[in-house]
Every structure is written in C-alpha cells, then in structure tokens.
C-alpha cells in the first residue's frame, strides 16, 4: 500500500496544520493534573468546535464522517504540533455507537465527544482486574429500573465526570465473561459515592466509585443483558491501537530531546546509556513498521483483533525504554525539565498494567494468536 498521503489527504493535513499552529498553546503543559484539566477540557472543546473530532463517526451523531487514514493523520499531527493531552474518549465512544440504541446514540454521544459531558470506565475492581470477569459489582432488574451494587477503583478521571460506562452482574447463574452487562450511570444519582485516591505525585487522577442500591433505568441498559463483555473489548480494543493514540510522534519527541541531552552533557555519556538509548531508538522504529502495517490493514478494511495486544506490548516497550534512559542521562538537568522527565518515567510504570497487564497481552497472543493451551 501506498501510504503517501493522497491529494484530498494533503489537503486536510495542511487545514489541520494551519488549525493547529493557531490553537496549540505556546507553553509547556503543566505537569500537575489539577493545573492541566482545564486547559485540557479547553483544547478537547476547540478541538470539537474546530470539527477534528470523532472523525470517522457520522455527522449526525457529533462526527465527521471522514475515514481512517484522517484519523491517523490526526494522531500524527497533535503529536508533532506537541499538542496538550487529548481526551481519551473513542475508546468510550466506540461501544456506545455500535451498541447504542438511537435515542442514546443521539442523546449521550454529541456530548461525549464535544466533552461537555465527562465519562469513565468503570471496569476494574479491587478483586477484578486482570480476572475481570470475576467483578462482583450486581445490578437486578426492578420493573423498569436496575439496582446496582459494588465497588469500582482505578477509574480515571473519575473525580471530575459526568457519567461511568460500568460493567456489572446481572446473571449471578452464569459463569465467567457470561452474564455481565453494561450501563450508563450518571455519577450524581443516590447512592454513588465517588472518592479520589491521590497518587504518590499529588495527582487525582483515579477515583473509587461506591454504588449502593444505585437505580437506573432500563434505558441506562447499553445492548442487551449480557452484552456486557462485548461492551468491554470493544473498549479494551480501541484503548490500545498506537495508531489511534498519538504515541509514535510523542515518542519521536522524546528521542530527539533525549538525543540532543546527549550532545549537551558535559560530561560524556556512558557507553551502556547511550546503548539503551539505542535500543529504545530501535524499539520506536519496530513501533512505526507495525503501526504502518496497522494502517494499512484498516484501510483495506481489515481491524485488528488480538492483534491489539501487539500494538500494546511495542507501545509499553518504546515509553518504558526512552523514560527509563532519560533518568540515567538527565542527572546534571535539575527544576521544572528533570521533574517532567521524572514524571514521565513514573508514568511509563503504569503503562504495563492499564488496558491489560503486558502479562495478560502476552496470555492473549499466546493463546488467541499462536493457539497455544491456557
Ligand atoms: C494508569 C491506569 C489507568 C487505569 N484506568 C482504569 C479505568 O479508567 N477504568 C478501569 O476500570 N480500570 C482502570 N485501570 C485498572 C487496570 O485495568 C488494572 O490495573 C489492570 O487490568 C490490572 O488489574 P489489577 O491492578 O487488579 O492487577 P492484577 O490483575 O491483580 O494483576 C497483578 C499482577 O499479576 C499478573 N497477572 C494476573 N493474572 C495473570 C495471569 N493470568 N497470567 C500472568 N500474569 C497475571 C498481572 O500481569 C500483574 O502483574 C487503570 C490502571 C492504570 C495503571
């Protein structure tokens, strides 16, 4: 496949540029998360205004009909205009559009994806994570209404939102991933408590979520009773895509800020650092063939499956490397750049549990790509 882009996608990459240079602020992005929110809100709303948004959705439902190479155009062009943080929201979205009845596609989806409404997974739980479908959270249907009970944790942003996309029980009968279904909880109904935990940095970006006998109605219901672990990778899925994430020109940044640390030091750089800055440089490149070929799978109308679990393990592997050799080589730096550099390798910890543990993406390819027994 040619991936040059095409005439039209020239086009749309130049408008893109010029909305960009016109929009992305001229300052670093603060550190601290309840300095940033704001100005993250603000950018992920101008994004929506300016329609780079949700390309590939429907106009009628808040998107743009566009395909998907505008989308990785997208990703490629807030990463190289060093653009603040994008709201995770398609991973979100996604489930509510393929499972959504029309009246929830048109009343909740618009507001999702301008982010005037703030939405959360509610998946994991202090006994659930990897085991999901071992969750306990319950939900039993009361004539037109659901009753939910339980305990959610590890839900981003879940301080600052609106509503919880929250998988629950509702055939304690079945086993395992059968059995589960998914709702849409509005986080200021009876009974949900929502309370931060605040991370080592100060930051409080995860919250626990207390449902006790929380009603929605039936038409909180998203797909059918038990749809609930279909709901759940269509999410899992499209949070790991590295074509979809914007990773592969942050990473690009990072090295070339790192490799220039390298010509700035006074003192010279040890062998075995500039060895791991090599290796990192090599895993980026591996990142790119497969977010290529990525690319030009879906374009060919071909999407990824287990595959997903690739994109992650290379994503982890790149981020992990460039913030792990940073710290070896920023020692003489001190103040604002050390600290974002700090806190960005504290970050690359995270990235081998959210979205599935590298453990657990290395279970599925084992299993679901080579056939290999559990
Ligand atoms: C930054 C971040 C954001 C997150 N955001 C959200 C969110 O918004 N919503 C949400 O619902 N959750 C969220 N999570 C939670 C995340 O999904 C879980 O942390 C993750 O699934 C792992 O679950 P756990 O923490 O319970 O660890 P466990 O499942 O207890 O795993 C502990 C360790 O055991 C290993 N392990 C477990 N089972 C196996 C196995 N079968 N084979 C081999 N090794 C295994 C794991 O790899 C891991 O190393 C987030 C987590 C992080 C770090």
């Known amino acids: 496949m040619d991936l040059r882009d095409s005439p039209e996608e020239a086009r749309f990459r130049a408008r893109l540029r010029t ?19 704001p100005l993250t809100l603000d950018f992920q709303r101008r994004l929506y205004q300016g329609g780079w948004v949700a390309l590939t959705y429907p106009v009628e439902v808040g998107g743009q009909g566009l395909g998907v190479m505008e989308e990785a155009i997208l ?14 929201l398609s991973h979100l979205a996604r489930p509510l559009y393929t499972l959504g009845t029309e009246e929830q596609k048109r009343r909740y989806l618009p507001a999702l994806l301008a982010a005037t409404e703030i939405w959360c997974q509610g998946f994991s739980e202090p006994m659930a994570g990897s085991d999901l479908a071992s969750l306990r959270t319950r939900a039993v249907r009361e004539g037109d209404e659901w009753v939910l009970s339980g305990h959610k944790i590890w839900t981003s942003y879940g301080v600052f939102s609106d509503y919880c996309l929250l998988l629950a029980r509702t055939d304690p009968g079945e086993k395992a991933h059968r059995g589960i279904s998914a709702f849409i909880v509005p986080l200021d109904s009876p009974g949900v408590t929502v309370r931060a ?13 207390y449902l006790d006998d929380v009603r ?3 038409d909180n219901l998203l797909g059918r009773p038990g749809d609930g672990w279909q709901v759940a990778m269509e999410v899992i899925n499209h949070e790991r895509g590295a074509v979809d994430t914007g990773y592969l020109p942050k990473f690009d940044r990072y090295l070339t800020e790192l490799a220039a640390a390298v010509k700035e030091q006074q003192t010279p750089v040890d062998r075995a650092t500039l060895r791991a800055l090599g290796e990192a440089a090599a895993s980026l490149e591996v990142l790119r063939m497969h977010c290529l070929r990525t690319l030009s799978d879906r374009a060919s109308g071909v999407l990824s499956g287990p595959e997903s679990s690739v994109d992650k393990l290379l994503m982890t592997a790149v981020e992990q490397k460039l913030t792990q050799v940073s710290m070896a ?20 910890r995270a990235a081998s549990i959210y979205g599935g543990s590298s453990q657990i993406q290395r279970n599925i390819l084992a299993q679901r790509r080579l056939g290999l027994p559990r």
């Open 329 to 348: 080589l920023l020692t003489d730096t001190t103040g604002a750049h050390r600290a974002r550099w700090f806190d960005r390798y504290l970050y690359g």
């Open 216 to 218: 929605v109605p039936h």
């Open 75 to 88: 990703s490629e062009e807030l990463g190289r205009a060093n653009a603040p943080t994008v709201l995770p």
């Open 19 to 37: 909305w960009l240079a016109e929009n992305v602020p001229d300052e670093p992005e603060p550190t601290r998360l309840a300095d940033r929110w």
């Open 197 to 209: 935990i605040v991370l080592a940095n100060g930051d409080e970006e995860f919250a626990e979520v």
